[in-house]
């Protein structure tokens, strides 16, 4: 078995007033030779953005891009004709392809919202733009994970690529086994709020632990917590 740990405390972070940004790999004006990636997963970015305010309409290609909100909503638009709100408990991807133009705003005026905006390199390149977006009921990941974005899973939304994404919610003392999907697959624990022990690892709010050469993970709640599980194939295509 093989880690490797990221604190909270030492990820990059950017605040141009409107967005206050904690980058876990190298983005932006943020640069880690380091940090580049954990297998395919490229962007783990967590935003806080201010009332009112967002990402004007610009470019990607050839990367999923998922937006977990952690609190508040967002606002979405993009060149498929997409025009969605996305709230706490849902989940979106939007499969970039050959080329898409997409804004995200804050969709409250008078508060700020926080989500996470995490990039996966994909499967397969030039593909017809997509957009998907799907609410999970919080009840399904009281102390177990919730599989929330899958290539294989009709319940969650679409990946193009091998992997799949996780949620828990778990009370202190409470311990669960997730094994991983794909052989050649590792796992990038991010702890969203609370204290957890992974493997032996103890991690707190926003840590992040790597595992990879292994096919299982032990996680045990140190206090009431909430981890993502980002399942990835390890190697660059």
């Known amino acids: 078995m093989k880690t490797i740990y990221h604190a909270a405390d030492r990820r990059g972070h950017v605040n141009f007033g409107w967005l206050d940004s904690h980058h876990s790999f190298s983005f932006g004006q943020y640069y880690e030779p380091e940090k580049m990636n954990f297998g395919v997963l490229r962007v783990l970015n967590d935003d806080i953005i201010e009332g009112g305010t967002g990402f004007g309409t610009h470019p990607h290609d050839n990367m999923e891009i998922v937006s977990i909100p952690i609190y508040g909503a967002l606002q979405h638009q993009d060149s498929t004709g997409t025009n969605a709100v996305i709230n706490q408990n849902d989940v979106q991807i939007m499969s970039a392809g050959s080329g898409i133009k997409h804004s995200e705003y804050n969709h409250f005026k008078d508060k700020e919202t926080n989500f996470l905006q995490i990039w996966v390199i994909p499967k ?49 003392g409470h311990q669960a086994d997730y094994t991983i ?41 140190a206090t009431n917590a909430e981890i993502l599980l980002i399942d990835v194939p390890m190697q660059l295509i």
């Open 124 to 172: 397969k390149r030039n593909i017809q733009p997509r957009y998907d977006q799907k609410t999970f009921d919080p009840a399904n990941r009281e102390n177990k994970l919730q599989t929330v974005v899958a290539p294989d899973d009709e319940s969650a939304a679409w990946i193009n690529q091998d992997a799949w994404f996780s949620l828990g919610n778990f009370t202190s």
């Open 181 to 221: 999907k794909k052989e050649g697959n590792g796992v990038y624990a991010f702890v969203i709020e609370g204290n957890v022990t992974i493997n032996g690892q103890s991690l707190y709010k926003r840590d992040a632990l790597g595992i990879w050469d292994t096919d299982k993970l032990n996680i045990e709640a």
